[in-house]
């Protein structure tokens, strides 16, 4: 009788033995499976604790900041199940909005904000119904890795598909409304940030400017008083030295008044007052602009220090012969187009927004704050093309959204 070993010479190799190489995402999918179970008793058990011991303790007020905690605690446990998600089951979900931080109300202000988070909910619910899926699973991935095995990767993919459910429905954010807050959560410190810098520079130039000449101014008069009697020829020639520092300190004033809010703005309009900023620019500069009615003050006078800068730094920098400045208004939006024929070579991120220097990056970031759009194009050798978007509210506060307008509260802030 013949071996019918793989050495025996001649002699039948025997069978492969049988294959168990699943695709590498069958293994993730499997591998999810059984983290179930021991994620789902963490969860549960957690969430139970902090809930007992809060809703125990809520006849006192120490109970309430165990609810916020405990909340706190859940949007960790839901973090890591997004990441595992991504990471076993490709699932890309959005990180929701941050959880309430404290604000000017102190600490029972975010204690209260902390027990209305809707995500720190969800993500306790996610927690709670974790327990029973997992032990499904578990089991069913382990029974089939023994006794089902041809259709194991069918069962993997059905039962996470359920999980891919419920992180998309119960862990990502709840609408494009919560990603907004998460956004404009970021713009209002740029927004209070650049309002202290402007309220520091005005109050700066007071002092150093407009204040110190008339101090200086108060003291000549005095002085031009105590020798009108004794010397009034020298008494006159004080007076003429006052009315001087006078002219030079409404000049000041006037500058100022200009830098906070342009009064050619505010009485004519955008056209107006972006042709009076072109006549300034060392640059001949071309001026359209196609509005059919003025939008609020505030989108305004955005619209009007984006032009001032860019025009500022095309007098300084571009080296053009020519430049245009084009505003209308497509839909919800007011369109802003700045072009020069000068040398180019403005610094731009990768995605096309501006990030090279102060002055472009401060307009990104105030015309972001008010969820506004601002792009660079500016290759070397030019031309440069500046294009800003700003949301389009009428000057009675009515906001257009997609056509239909909607009442909103104008904004107060000076750029």
Same mark, same amino acid.
């Given at each position: ?8 010479? @001649?002699?039948?190799?025997? %069978? ?13 999918? $499997?591998?999810?499976?059984? $983290? ?6 963490? @969860? ?32 960790? +446990? ?13 699932? *890309? ?6 959880? %309430? ?22 993500? &306790? ?14 089991? /069913?991935?382990?029974? !089939?890795?023994?006794?089902?095995? %041809? ?10 598909? /359920?999980?891919?459910?419920?992180? =998309? ?34 109050? *700066? ?63 004519? @309009? ?28 505030? $989108? ?23 430049? !245009? ?27 096309? &927004? ?15 704050? /008010?969820?506004? *759009? +601002? ?21 009675? @506060? ?6 239909? %307008? ?5 904004? =107060?802030?000076?750029?």
């Amino acid at each position: 009788m013949t071996s019918s070993s793989p050495g025996a010479s @001649g002699g039948e190799r025997l %069978p492969r033995p049988p294959a168990f190489a699943y695709p590498a995402q069958t293994w993730k999918e $499997i591998t999810h499976l059984l $983290i179930n179970l021991p994620m789902g008793i963490f @969860g549960f058990v957690y969430g139970l604790t902090w809930l007992a011991v809060g809703v125990g303790m809520a006849v006192t007020i120490a109970g309430l900041p165990v609810l916020a905690v405990g909340l706190l605690g859940s949007r960790g +446990f839901a973090r890591f199940e997004r990441s595992r998600a991504r990471a076993l089951l490709a699932v *890309r979900v959005d990180e929701p909005s941050r959880m %309430p931080g404290r604000g000017d109300d102190g600490f029972f202000g975010w204690v209260w904000r902390s027990l209305r988070d809707p995500v720190g909910w969800r993500s &306790t619910l996610y927690a709670a119904i974790r327990l029973p899926w997992g032990v499904l699973t578990f089991t /069913v991935a382990l029974i !089939s890795l023994f006794i089902a095995w %041809p259709v194991l990767p069918w069962i993997a993919r059905a039962l996470t598909n /359920v999980d891919r459910l419920m992180v =998309r429905g119960l862990l990502s954010p709840s609408d494009e409304l919560e990603r907004r807050i998460a956004e404009l959560e970021s713009d209002r410190g740029t927004v209070v940030d650049t309002a202290a810098a402007d309220l520091r520079r005005i109050e *700066r130039d007071l002092h150093d400017g407009a204040q110190a000449r008339l101090v200086t101014l108060a003291m000549g008069l005095g002085l031009a008083k105590e020798k009108l009697d004794e010397d009034p020829e020298a008494a006159a020639r004080m007076v003429d030295e006052a009315h001087g520092e006078i002219k030079l300190a409404l000049q000041e004033l006037r500058d100022l008044a200009r830098g906070i809010h342009p009064a050619i703005l505010t009485d004519r @309009g955008l056209g107006p007052a972006l042709s009076a900023l072109a006549a300034r620019c060392t640059v001949p500069v071309t001026v359209t602009v196609d509005l059919p009615q003025r939008p609020a003050p505030a $989108i305004e006078g955005i619209a009007y220090f984006t032009v001032s800068e860019l025009l500022q730094n095309i007098s300084k920098h571009s080296a053009a012969r020519t430049a !245009s400045v084009t505003l209308a208004r497509s839909g919800s939006r007011l369109l802003i187009r700045v072009r020069d024929d000068g040398r180019g070579g403005a610094g731009t991120s990768v995605a096309g &927004t501006a990030g090279g220097g102060t002055g472009l990056a401060g307009l990104t970031e105030r015309i972001e704050a /008010v969820d506004g *759009r +601002f792009e660079v194009e500016s290759p070397p050798g030019g031309p440069t093309s500046v294009d800003a978007e700003l949301p389009w509210r009428d000057r009675d @506060g009515t906001s257009h959204t997609g056509g239909v %307008p909607r009442r909103t509260a104008a904004a =107060r802030r000076t750029p």
